[in-house]
């Protein structure tokens, strides 16, 4: 990400609040910034200090799942110490936050040294809204949305970690806005890091599966909290020439909905 909030601490007014770093997540430094700062800007109105770490590069997951163990131990190493000194560590992420938090340990798991750095580590980390909900208590009210909205949940976020009502308590906080529920709401979106380039058509199939049922929520936008997610629902929605947007859960808490939604040129945004 880069802001003048990677080279030190933003204390968000609040010099006594837990410092938190931030892991920004790849996509969300390359392809949408705007998350991080969303990010960000929610953290510091919990009374969060901000550390975004310059260190801070890939969380490992595509070396972790193809097998490159090595490569994996190196980039964790890497995030474990550049995160160390703070309090918490967060991640606008479910699949980023479940690869810290649940499988650092077991890279190191026959590593005496760094088997307890990454324990110590993988207990500070938590998804952006279940520790926004469950861990700091946010009591802000976001600004209002008049929208329709469906959410998605990502297999990461909800079957590894078990966040599914701390996006939806906050996003019923925003006035205007209404959540329609799809029916296949937990159900994959094909994405799955590497499995949408190994596994295209399948890959395909499962994400038109998904928007239809996005489409049968008569929805305007879907949101979700997982870029990776998000792009690829996103990618396809254009591709059908659907009006559907795809935004991520930060953006419209912070009220980041000026901003073009994922995979829409600037040209065509409101």
Same mark, same amino acid.
């Given at each position: 990400m880069q802001t003048d909030m990677s080279q030190g601490d933003t204390d968000?007014?609040?010099?006594?609040?837990?410092?938190?770093?931030?892991?920004?997540?790849?996509?969300?430094?390359?392809?949408?910034?705007?998350v991080g700062f969303a990010a960000v800007e929610l953290l510091e109105r919990a009374g969060c200090r901000i550390s975004v770490p310059d260190a801070q590069t890939c969380c490992g997951q595509p070396a972790f799942n193809s097998g490159d163990d090595?490569?994996?131990a190196e980039i964790a190493k890497t995030?474990?110490?550049?995160f160390e000194d703070c309090d918490y560590v967060v991640a606008p992420s479910g699949s980023c936050a479940g690869m810290l938090k649940l499988?650092?340990?077991?890279v190191f798991a026959n590593d005496p040294e760094w088997r307890p750095r990454a324990t110590a580590f993988a207990a500070k980390v938590h998804e952006l809204t279940e520790f926004l909900v469950d861990i700091i208590g946010l009591e802000d009210t976001p600004p209002a949305l008049d929208a329709t909205a469906t959410y998605h949940d990502s297999c990461s976020g909800l079957r590894e970690l078990g966040v599914k009502d701390a996006p939806r &308590? @906050?996003?019923? +906080?925003?006035?205007?806005?209404?959540i329609a529920e799809g029916a296949e709401a937990e159900t994959c979106c094909g994405f799955g890091g590497l499995?949408?380039?190994?596994?295209?058509?399948?890959?395909?199939?499962?994400?038109?599966?998904?928007?239809?049922?996005?489409?049968?929520t008569g929805a305007d936008m879907v949101l979700g909290g997982d870029l990776g997610c998000l792009m690829n629902i996103a990618g &396809? @929605?254009?591709? +059908?020439?659907?009006?559907?947007?795809?935004?991520h859960v930060a953006e419209v808490l912070a009220g980041y909905v000026d901003l073009p939604a994922i995979a829409q040129p600037p040209e065509d945004a409101s």
């Amino acid at each position: 990400m880069q802001t003048d909030m990677s080279q030190g601490d933003t204390d968000g007014g609040q010099d006594a609040g837990p410092r938190v770093g931030l892991f920004v997540t790849c996509l969300v430094d390359l392809v949408r910034p705007s998350v991080g700062f969303a990010a960000v800007e929610l953290l510091e109105r919990a009374g969060c200090r901000i550390s975004v770490p310059d260190a801070q590069t890939c969380c490992g997951q595509p070396a972790f799942n193809s097998g490159d163990d090595a490569d994996t131990a190196e980039i964790a190493k890497t995030t474990i110490a550049a995160f160390e000194d703070c309090d918490y560590v967060v991640a606008p992420s479910g699949s980023c936050a479940g690869m810290l938090k649940l499988h650092y340990p077991e890279v190191f798991a026959n590593d005496p040294e760094w088997r307890p750095r990454a324990t110590a580590f993988a207990a500070k980390v938590h998804e952006l809204t279940e520790f926004l909900v469950d861990i700091i208590g946010l009591e802000d009210t976001p600004p209002a949305l008049d929208a329709t909205a469906t959410y998605h949940d990502s297999c990461s976020g909800l079957r590894e970690l078990g966040v599914k009502d701390a996006p939806r &308590r @906050l996003l019923g +906080r925003v006035a205007g806005l209404t959540i329609a529920e799809g029916a296949e709401a937990e159900t994959c979106c094909g994405f799955g890091g590497l499995f949408c380039v190994k596994n295209a058509d399948i890959s395909t199939g499962m994400v038109d599966a998904k928007l239809d049922d996005l489409e049968k929520t008569g929805a305007d936008m879907v949101l979700g909290g997982d870029l990776g997610c998000l792009m690829n629902i996103a990618g &396809r @929605l254009r591709r +059908r020439g659907s009006t559907m947007e795809a935004r991520h859960v930060a953006e419209v808490l912070a009220g980041y909905v000026d901003l073009p939604a994922i995979a829409q040129p600037p040209e065509d945004a409101s």
